[in-house]
T-cell receptor, first 114, second 112 residues
Framework: EAGVAQSPRYKIIEKRQSVAFWCNPISGHATLYWYQQILGQGPKLLIQFQNNGVVDDSQLPKDRFSAERLKGVDSTLKIQPAKLEDSAVYLC????????????FGQGTRLTVV | GNSVTQMEGPVTLSEEAFLTINCTYTATGYPSLFWYVQYPGEGLQLLLKATKADDKGSNKGFEATYRKETTSFHLEKGSVQVSDSAVYFCALKFQGAQKLVFGQGTRLTINP
């Protein structure tokens, strides 16, 4: 079974530029998460989708971050404009959406804003 | 609110030592509890889980018991190996909404 796919693996941009990350979850998984992991910290949930609807985006900085999950499958996370403090690893995860099931994570995208 | 608090690291042990990494949580209802591990250069992967009170999750010699009375899910291993060096994350999944929340992580280094 294929895992969660993310691209790109690495990205370096200048502040005020825009960037987009892509995630393809495990086939059939209804729930998709985007996390931000700053060096030395635990993953922080940015947004959670159930199929193509948003369940929780309470910690998403909506003035600069946006995310969508068209057709309830792939998802993109965008940052525009980027700030230095956005430097982090962006993790995508998916789960079946059933109670008590674990989430499966992709390798992440390491973003450096200079 | 709902949250997870982990023992602060880093933790350094010698090979074959006994390991405990503490994890406590605050949550309403009956969350599911997880330990994830992140090996150097790799992504997060599930180590073990428990879905109800008194359940014990186990994998690769690691164990953790869901203690509702103390709201804890401490990770233990009787004899650690150099290959266990990694960052360990405790996490909880809210009942119903399926929101998955992580602790801050504990970096473990095992010396030969």
């Amino acid at each position: 079974e294929a895992g969660v796919a993310q691209s790109p693996r690495y990205k370096i941009i200048e502040k005020r530029q825009s960037v987009a990350f892509w995630c393809n979850p495990i086939s059939g998984h209804a729930t998709l998460y985007w996390y931000q992991q700053i060096l030395g910290q635990g993953p922080k949930l940015l947004i959670q989708f159930q199929n193509n609807g948003v369940v929780d985006d309470s910690q998403l900085p909506k003035d600069r971050f946006s995310a969508e999950r068209l057709k309830g499958v792939d998802s993109t996370l965008k940052i525009q404009p980027a700030k230095l403090e956005d430097s982090a690893v962006y993790l995508c995860a998916s789960s079946t959406g059933q109670e008590n099931t674990e989430a499966f994570f992709g390798q992440g995208t390491r973003l450096t804003v200079v | 609110g709902n949250s997870v608090t982990q023992m602060e690291g880093p933790v350094t042990l010698s090979e074959e030592a006994f390991l405990t990494i503490n994890c406590t949580y605050t949550a309403t209802g009956y969350p599911s509890l997880f330990w994830y591990v992140q090996y150097p250069g790799e992504g997060l992967q599930l180590l073990l889980k428990a879905t109800k009170a008194d359940d014990k999750g186990s994998n690769k010699g690691f164990e953790a018991t869901y203690r509702k009375e103390t709201t804890s899910f401490h990770l233990e291993k009787g004899s650690v190996q150099v290959s266990d060096s990694a960052v360990y994350f405790c996490a909880l999944k809210f009942q119903g909404a399926q929101k998955l929340v992580f602790g801050q992580g504990t970096r473990l280094t095992i010396n030969p």
